[in-house]
């Protein structure tokens, strides 16, 4: 699924950005909706990159416990539980926006939707079993991808 993602984000991206053969598959936005991808895409880039800061050595590309692994409720963690996830969602949305193409612009929302689907349920799970009640009121106070009202 990793290897899926990573085609729709980077690899189809830069094949239509490199050669004209997805060009059949273009359409057209105004210029305003293809400045709203920049903004978006920058702060797909920050909420990426602050969730990474905030969790430290306890990130893994794969779903894992470490031995000395914490719960991190501070910082972006303590607005929203999965902010990497977040910052895709962002991403899928920012990406059509600037790329204005069928297969390159959409490809990657198509894949994300399953991955997140699978992987975030998944994650809760393995949180809930290692953090237990810590974690259900952590659940309470925050959202999974979008901040909760307060």
Known sequence: ML??????????PLFYS????LDFANYSLPV????????????ALLV????????GLNWSPTLEIRT???????????YIRHPMY????IWVIAQPLLLQNWIAGFANLLVFIFFYAMRVRAEEQMMLDTFGDEYREYMKK?????PKGR
């Open 142 to 146: 925050t959202g999974a991808v979008f």
């Open 86 to 89: 977040a910052s895709q969602w």
């Open 3 to 12: 290897g899926l993602l990573f085609l729709g984000m980077f690899f189809l």
């Open 32 to 43: 305003w909706a293809g400045w709203l991808g920049v903004l978006l895409m920058g702060l």
């Open 18 to 21: 490199a050669t004209n053969w």
């Open 48 to 55: 990426f990159w602050r969730s990474h800061k905030d969790l």
């Open 68 to 78: 000395e692994h914490k719960l991190i409720t501070s910082g972006i963690f303590g």
